[in-house]
Structures are given as C-alpha cells and as structure tokens.
C-alpha cells in the first residue's frame, strides 16, 4: 500500500476559496458601508483582490491600503482608550465597541490580503484565518440582531438599519 501524500497548499480549492473569502469580506464592507463611510475603502479594495489577487502586488493597492490600515489603528486605540475610561468590557454591547470591532475586521482584513502579494492565495493557515476572518462578521450580526436584550439598548438610527 502505497503512503498518503500531503495535499499541496494551492490545491485547486485554495484560490476558489480565497476569492470567496474577499466576496464576503467585500459583501461585508459594502453593507457596512451603508451606516459607516470607512468601509468604503476596504470594500473596493477587498472586491479588487476578489477579482484579481495579485492587485495587493500594485503599488497604489499598497499604499492606499496602508493609509487606511494606519487611520483605521489610530481611530481603534481611541475607542479602545474611550471604552477603557468608561469600564465597557462587553464591547458589542456599546456602540462604540461594535465601530472598535469594525475597525480591528477592517485592520486584520487588510493585513491578511497585504502579507499576499508575493502568493496570491497564501499558505493553509492564512486560509483558515481567511475563512474565520470572513464569517466572523456575519456570525457577529446574527448574534446582535438575534440578541433581543442587546436590541433593545440600541440607539434609534440603529434600529432601522438591516
């Protein structure tokens, strides 16, 4: 009986299953983009990766992504730093811990399909991260809006969103 080989790391399944990772990060981005302008950014450059993986090779896909990976770190510790003076710990709970949750998605998004450029797909375990990654956000949504006392603590303008 002849040994088991290891599957390789770009089995075929791996580009398909990293396209579909920026199709829901990029879905993600676009329907937060509706309550919050700074997911525009990571919306078009996400559905720019979706499309074309090597982009996060390009210069301008870098720099762009960089600039918004550094304002998006910067606008974090402030709302952490918020959060801490005021003892919220349960931060999906506040409104300003559900933008720090954003914006860490937004930073951890944005470093995954930076550290891509020279291997569009990345290795097996930037793939899992990838995947927890990408439904993170919508498990995080359903949580929220399943959650009947956490919905009822929202503030107006949050009520009549999805």
């Known amino acids: 009986m002849a040994p088991v080989q290891p599957m390789a790391p770009a089995a075929g399944w791996a580009p398909a299953l990293w396209r579909a990772c920026n199709a829901l990060m990029a879905a993600f981005f676009a329907l937060a983009a509706l309550v919050q302008v700074v997911y525009i950014i990571p919306a078009v450059l996400t559905l720019l990766v979706g499309l074309n993986p090597l982009v996060t090779g390009n210069v301008i896909w870098k720099s762009v992504s960089a600039v918004h990976v550094f304002f998006c770190v910067v606008w974090a510790a402030s709302l952490a730093y918020h959060l801490m003076l005021q003892a919220q710990w349960n931060v999906l709970h506040e409104e ?22 020279k291997n569009p797909v990345g290795g097996r375990i930037q793939l899992v991260v990838a995947t927890v990654i990408a439904l993170f956000p919508f498990t995080a949504w359903l949580y929220i809006y399943i959650n009947k006392e956490m919905r009822s603590s929202w503030p107006t303008h949050c009520k009549t969103v999805i």
């Open 96 to 117: 300003e811990g559900r933008e720090l949750s954003g914006l860490v998605i937004i930073t951890a998004w944005m470093s995954l399909c930076h550290s891509t450029s």
